[in-house]
């Protein structure tokens, strides 16, 4: 404890002294942390929230089983997530998924070669090979919901309106296609994006990934801080002061990881250079909400059938078996946009109406009968701001992924969104840690054994 002096009167303020402090608990800050502590290094780690795990949340249902309500899979080839998983003593177990999801709009379910799959496939393909090619500058100030309204044919557009939607959070009249196919560019195709087996959703974890958040936090104990909001950065020659709601903190270099349109509530002084404050002014947090029903077993299973379905109707959005070995029933329900925030007007109750009696002409009244509910609107969490990773809004390439990472003093940038790989995942999460504890070390003249 310090005094501080201001004018005739005495201040007591609490001020705590680390070699480095990480503000955000999420899966970056964590790891981040880890790595500087197997290296003798002191670090600090700052959250606002009551819990740590920033994007990522597991919770156990009514049936025992753990689930997530964050970030939860294991994309194909990401070897860093299953590495982490197995060291803390996590399973694996691969998604249950069908050749292709189910469309079905209401009661009506298309066919996987129907005029509208195709026909929008012929799109989204059409997408995908200006992504491999320098995607036109003028495509910055034009969004996908312009762009979409060219494409011929209700439901084609409402389906890639839905998938769009569902993939990237975002609100499609504020994301440019010049990002959309940026993002595309950078995770390796669409395929990768949209596919389970061999893509971005392809396993989870037994045991819920968030619990590997919790885990990572109780390995640091007493120097992971909850409830610290970090309101302001002062940096000087010999490091820098964080100000936060319970107090000051002093370190000598300090790691941000919450990402940027969330950093710029922190007050810096002095200010950020401009090319730091773009990225914070001219990104935005994606809208998503998400829910898992909880079942006795996974009664869809029969025969051959599946659970895995984009909805077309309103709500729009994806659902995924996502049920662990041995059950019980997991469905988890992804809306996202602007349809993810109408959700928020219904409780809970016609939230799950709107959403489970979408499933009931196909895979029959017990959808409407779960013995457990979970979910989570990110876009109202004060903390994280939304899902899931931070967006470009159009006209600007500030805030395309990976986004830039380069120190400001002793100010290190960390996150998902600065990834070299696999930007906006878990896996990019988990990299960027890593990556940027190392650079801390270097600049604290060590070397990472």
């Not at 250079?273 to 909880?294: C, D, F, N, W």
Request: proline letters at 6%.
């Amino acid at each position: 404890m310090r005094d501080e002096r201001e004018g005739t009167g005495v201040r007591e303020e609490r001020r705590t002294d680390t070699t480095v402090a990480v503000v955000g608990a999420g899966m970056s800050g964590l790891v981040a942390a880890r790595e500087l502590r197997r290296e003798g290094i002191d670090a600090l780690v700052l959250e606002s929230a009551d819990r740590p795990g920033g994007r990522m949340m597991a919770e156990t249902s009514v049936l025992g089983s753990r689930l997530d309500l964050g970030g939860q899979w294991v994309g194909h080839g990401h070897h860093r997530f299953a590495a982490l998983a197995a060291e803390l003593g996590a399973e694996l177990f691969p998604m249950r998924t069908p050749k292709r999801p189910g469309f079905v709009d209401g009661p009506r379910r298309l066919p996987a070669m129907s005029p509208t799959a195709l026909a929008a496939n012929a799109v989204l393909l059409g997408w995908e090979l200006r992504a491999r090619r320098a995607a036109p500058e003028k495509w910055a100030a034009q969004t996908v919901d312009s762009r979409l309204r060219r494409v011929p044919g209700r439901h084609v557009r409402r389906l890639l309106e839905v998938l769009v939607s569902v993939t990237t959070t975002a609100d499609l009249d504020r994301y440019s296609m010049h990002a959309f196919i940026e993002a595309v560019r950078h995770q390796g195709g669409l395929a990768a994006m949209l596919s389970t087996s061999g893509g971005a959703q392809e396993s989870l974890i037994t045991e819920g990934a968030g619990t590997l958040t919790e885990r990572l936090a109780a390995d640091l104990g007493e120097r992971v801080l909850t409830g610290r909001r970090v309101t302001s950065i002062h940096r000087d020659d010999d490091g820098v002061t964080l100000r936060t709601t319970a107090g000051a903190v002093r370190a000598v270099r300090a790691i941000i990881t919450v990402p940027p349109p969330m950093s710029a509530r922190i007050a810096y002084d002095p200010p950020l250079p401009p090319s730091r404050t773009a990225v914070e002014q001219h990104t935005y947090m994606g809208s998503v909400y998400k829910a898992i029903a909880v079942y006795e077993r996974p009664f869809w299973r029969q025969g051959k059938a599946h659970a895995e379905f984009m909805l077309l109707a309103h709500p729009g959005g994806a659902v995924f078996d996502t049920t662990p070995p041995g059950g019980p029933g997991h469905l988890c329900v992804l809306v996202a946009g602007a349809e993810a925030r109408e959700l928020d007007g219904m409780d809970v109750a016609g939230r799950r109406r709107a959403l489970l009696g979408q499933l009931v002409p196909h895979i029959g009244p017990q959808a409407l009968a779960p013995a457990g509910w979970h979910e989570k609107s990110w876009h109202l969490d004060e903390h994280v701001g939304g899902g899931y990773a931070a967006l470009a809004i159009p006209g600007t390439t500030d805030g395309y992924l990976p986004m830039p990472s380069e120190p400001v003093g002793a100010l290190h940038w960390g996150g998902t969104e600065t990834a070299n790989e696999h930007a906006g995942y878990i896996e990019g999460a988990i990299e960027s840690g890593v990556r940027v504890a190392r650079e801390v070390l270097r600049s604290l003249g060590r070397t990472a054994t």
